[in-house]
């Protein structure tokens, strides 16, 4: 899925500019996420909440992560998809007819058959399938339109009258049903209404309308209802067309689609809350503001010529799905307590940072900016003006001082003149500082006036005599500046001022001692820390308390220095390690701003919710942080400034649900009802279960736990997997119990129950027991016999199918390896190393030839598979820069050395030790492989000096096919000697600190 941030060109509407334009942010869907066909005719959700995509190829169902395909329809271009109040979804397929798909089991039933080759025309088509809300089935072809009746499953045919001149009349039509359950019918030769009591329609513009001041040539499209009950329409050629059902009156705007044909419409909302209307043409999609009276054209699509053929809107998550020409665009309307505000073109150069926001006077603000100077915005009357700097700067920070606006940036200190319309420079604070990067001043309650410098530290001035004040000695100045910067200073509510520095954490100045203080060094705090020692914001909270943001997380700090609580990376929930500022919110969640949205973060449970561009942020990294009256929350980002609601955002988390997508037993799915007990067969012991909220957010934002009762007693979490897979369970009754949590930290408040059983083979049955006791007194010895045989037979199978898996896993280069070597190829080569890059490629294709040629052989010699494993680990070692040392120390002994293995024994364990024992680690890095003959038994070790298992990063739900497989052979091996086995101990240094694996192998000579 990709994302596109969707800019609008503004469309000339009555000779006048808008000066607000607005932002929207639209997803893409195309083939390249399996889509079947990037041409998209029909959209719909079912009673569930999957969305069905009709396209040029097929019809498919989309649950956020997959489309699932039906088998049944592989082809035939889908015009139409709908559902009726039982949940089933009925589709026209041009190489079927109308048909429907049973909610529960997805199996299709055909209709009506579009039949080419008898004579009558009148079965040739059944398109446009639409179900309204009686579950009547409304489709059409060329010369009519038809209504299906389940009930009866009758087809019955309504013509219109032939009006017009010229021979015969192209009729093809769509349907739509109003919120007062009225159907239309929009026909090529006008716009029709059902008349359900006399079973007829009745033309209400066009050629045969009713009242003659309608009766006017026009060609229409497909049709939306707006909030004010009227119909919008697209009329081709015409323009878009609007009629009002209460008073039957129309308009019909052609400005703006001279070149164009309008060819559906669909009301949403901007991303201010505002409605406006989504017309969608031959070349593009416009955006039309009717109560405004403005238009603009969405450039991305205008520009590319992309066809917009149909749209969706899902009310429950709020998302508006676009069918078109190159796929499905998906476009999120935010939440609702969500503002975004942007800066009008031509106020300032774009783009620009916000900065910092600063209440003014009047209801006003002072938004710094990132270059240029800073803004006056009214949000009222959302009016901006410039107030510029007198030379090109960053602004760090804003405050009132004496009545005025300072500017603390990395040029100087400005001072603004509101009635002159300009800053100008604050010369004290240049003539006391050499350096020009200021990030922080205050007026204290004393009226002395405190400034931060980046590098020289904090000093205080007498702003009537603009004299230095001198408050602590030189040592003490430079405690402070120690192997530091300057990042903010806050009056505390007792007087006392708060210094916030990188990378030495928050101080504050005893001015009795006259000496700065670190909160780390005071006795209550003890064996406590703070989120991080590099603080990249302050704030204060109620009751006098500091609230700091900093490279690894949050605290809050008593107005004392005590420090309350903290969230950090290592022990919390945070998405991302750098906070860079920080509220608190009634309630006490703090809410604070990283690169990854807003954390909203409850002490008391330390649970952490999050708010991301999915819920509505402009952007997931704000720079600009200020907390308003009122519960709201300003962000400033580029070009824009979001609002934050806090009520409403309080209220209007959404609980999330789990829901089955599908099931698979032995990778086939399973067509059945999944609210009944799934029963498996003895050999179809593999079922894979899917999953999904329905949501539609990106799969990162979806995390999963389940719990396998009558296996497992616990919950395992799956992070964002939305898959689970369980093989050669015991035979008896589960039910798998799915939950999932949300963006906003939200937990599913039931979860998903789907119950299913395996079946015993037969010689486990009651039955079979009951006759092997009847006859165990003639048999006893034969069926021991019998059983032993039995379980060395399926001892062995088990063992080929493992060495088989395994065979099949060394067909298969690790997508990952191919992919980054390929990366380090080009690298050499588009940095001009290309005898380097030669080298790689070289080693790089012996490797592959070895492993091509190794695929053919079930087993090879110890010999070759460790000139194999050293080509791949010289190979990972050249591309990671030589940063790990290897070395093969093996016996050199023929029975060793000419014994056969299974080729891929070995290597799993050897990658594993290179990508997440050895990488993540600083410093020296070493691996060493071992092979000798003990006992009658090869003993192979692999050892790393690595992080060691625990700290090895891994990508949650990772399970190694070649470890599995792997141990999957020893067990078999162990039937036969109970002394084969591999082992992994964890490598520990003098301190007690992980040192590294070791991996330890013992195989029977006579086995392999």
């Known amino acids: 899925m990709r994302y596109l941030q969707v800019f609008l060109l503004l469309f ?110 009148n079965n040739d088509l059944h398109e446009q399938g639409m179900v309204d809300s009686h579950d009547q089935v409304w489709v059409c072809d060329y010369t009519s339109v038809k209504r299906y009746n389940p009930a009866t499953g009758k087809l019955h045919r309504y013509t219109f009258p032939q009006t017009a001149s010229g021979g015969d009349i192209y009729q093809y039509a769509s349907f739509f049903e109003d919120a007062k359950r009225t159907l239309w019918i929009v026909s090529e030769i006008g716009l029709y209404r059902y008349d359900r009591n006399a079973d007829k329609l009745v033309c209400m513009l066009g050629n045969a309308a009713v009242l003659a001041k309608n009766r006017i040539p026009i060609r229409l499209s497909k049709a939306c209802e ?166 090109d700067a960053l602004t760090q920070q804003m405050r009132w001082i004496q009545g005025r606006p300072y500017a603390f940036t990395d040029k100087g200190v400005f001072t603004a003149d509101l009635k002159k319309g300009n800053f100008s420079v604050f010369s004290p604070a240049s003539a006391l500082f050499k350096n020009t990067d200021f990030r922080d001043g205050l007026l204290d309650k004393k009226g002395r006036l405190w400034i931060a410098n980046l590098n020289e530290g904090l000093k205080v001035i007498d702003p009537f005599t603009k004299q230095e004040i001198k408050l602590w000695s030189a040592k003490q100045g430079r405690k402070l500046l120690n192997l530091t910067y300057l990042k903010a200073i806050l009056e505390g509510v007792d007087g006392r001022i708060w210094v916030a520095t990188c990378s030495r954490g928050l101080f504050f100045f005893d001015e009795k001692a006259g000496e700065f203080v670190n909160i780390e060094t005071l006795p209550e705090n003890k064996g406590k820390i703070i989120g991080g020692d590099c603080i990249n914001g302050m704030q204060k909270g109620p009751n006098g308390t500091i609230l700091i943001s900093s490279w690894g997380g949050v605290s809050k700090i008593s107005y004392t220095g005590e420090i309350l609580s903290t969230f950090e990376f290592k022990t919390d929930a945070l998405n991302d390690t750098y906070c860079a500022n920080i509220a608190e919110m009634p309630g006490g969640n703090l809410w604070f701003s990283t690169n990854e949205g807003i954390h909203i973060a409850n002490p008391k449970t330390h649970d952490i919710r999050y708010l991301t561009t999915i819920e509505g942020l402009k952007s997931n990294a704000p720079v600009g942080f200020y907390r308003g009256a009122g519960n709201e929350l300003f962000l400033g980002h580029t070009n824009a400034i979001n609002i934050l609601d806090i009520n409403q955002l309080n209220t209007s988390m959404v609980t999330p649900r789990v829901i089955i997508s599908s099931v698979e037993i032995k990778g086939k799915t399973l067509h059945q009802d999944l609210t009944k007990e799934i029963i498996l067969d003895p050999d179809e012991n593999a079922i894979t279960f899917n999953f999904s909220t329905l949501n539609f957010e990106p799969a990162s934002k979806n995390l999963f736990s389940f719990k396998l009762e009558g296996f497992e007693a616990n919950w395992i979490d799956l992070g964002n997997q939305h898959t689970v897979s369980f093989t050669n369970l015991p035979a008896k009754s589960y039910r798998l119990l799915v939950r999932s949590r949300n963006s906003s930290g939200k937990i599913s408040d039931k979860p998903l129950i789907v119950q299913f059983r395996v079946e015993p083979y037969f010689i486990n049955t ?19 016999r019998w059983r032993v045989n039995t379980l060395a037979e399926r001892n062995r199978l088990d063992l080929q199918i493992a060495e088989w898996r395994l065979k099949a896993l ?62 791949y680990v010289e190979i990972e070692s050249f591309r990671f820069n030589h940063e790990f040392s290897y070395i093969f120390e093996i016996e050199d002994n023929e029975v060793l050395l000419d014994a056969h293995l299974p080729p891929m024994l070995l290597q799993p364990y050897v990658e594993n030790a290179i990508w997440h024992g050895l990488m993540p680690k600083e410093g020296e890095k070493k691996l060493k492989i071992t092979g000798s003959i003990r006992d009658k038994h090869i003993v192979c070790t692999i050892e790393d000096n690595g992080v060691g298992r625990t700290f090895a990063p891994r990508t949650e739900g990772h399970i190694s096919r070649g ?22 101990t964890d490598l520990f240094d003098a301190d007690n600190q992980p040192a590294g694996t070791r991996v330890s192998m013992k195989i029977p000579l006579e086995n392999v």
């Open 226 to 391: 707006d909030s004010n009950g009227n119909l919008w329409i697209g009329g081709y050629e015409y323009g878009l067309v609007r009629f009002s059902p209460a008073d039957q009156s129309f308009s019909i705007r052609k400005t703006g689609f001279e070149h164009n044909h309008v060819i559906c419409v669909q009301e949403s909302q901007d991303e201010n809350g505002r409605k406006l209307l989504f017309v969608g043409t031959n070349d593009g999609i416009s955006i039309f503001y009717p109560d405004r009276n403005e238009l603009y054209n969405l450039p991305e699509f205008y520009n590319n010529g992309i066809r917009v053929k149909t749209m969706y809107e899902d009310k429950v998550n709020r998302i508006l799905w676009i069918g078109t020409s190159d796929g499905v665009y998906k476009y999120r309307y935010g939440n609702a307590g969500i503002r975004t505000i942007a800066i009008p073109a031509g106020v300032v150069r774009l783009p620009v940072q916000i900065t910092a926001i600063l209440p003014a006077p009047d209801e006003t603000f002072l938004l710094g900016l990132s270059h240029s100077g800073a803004l006056i915005w009214k949000p009222s009357e959302n009016f901006f003006k410039l107030l510029p700097y007198p030379t």
């Open 810 to 871: 060394q067909s298969q280069m690790n997508p990952h390896f191919l992919f980054n070597s390929l990366n380090s190829i080009q690298n050499y080569l588009l940095t001009n190393r290309g005898v380097e890059g030669a080298k790689y490629l070289s080693k790089f294709s012996k490797l592959v030839r070895r492993i091509m040629e190794n695929s053919n052989h079930q087993y090879l010699s110890f010999e070759q598979i460790i000139d194999t494993l050293r080509m």
């Open 766 to 784: 009651l039955f079979f027991r009951t006759l092997i006791g009847l006859a165990i007194a003639a048999m006893i010895v034969a069926m021991m």
């Open 12 to 121: 000339f509407t009555s000779g006048q500019l808008c000066a607000q334009m607005p932002s929207l942010t639209l997803e893409h869907l195309t083939t390249k996420e399996g889509l079947p066909s990037n041409e998209v005719w029909s959209l719909t959700n079912d009673k569930q909440g999957f969305l069905w995509i009709g396209t040029g190829r097929n019809i498919c169902r989309y649950d956020g992560y997959s489309f699932l395909r039906l088998d049944s329809l592989k082809l035939g271009y889908c015009s139409g998809v709908s559902t009726d109040s039982k949940g089933n979804i009925y589709t026209s397929n041009d190489t079927r007819g109308l048909c429907k798909i049973d909610a529960k089991t997805l199996t299709v039933t055909t209709l009506a058959t579009n039949n080419y080759d008898d004579s009558d025309p």
């Open 963 to 984: 470890e599995e497989m792997t141990k999957g052979i020893f067990e078999s091996l162990r039937h036969k000697d109970s002394d084969a086995k591999i082992e992994f």
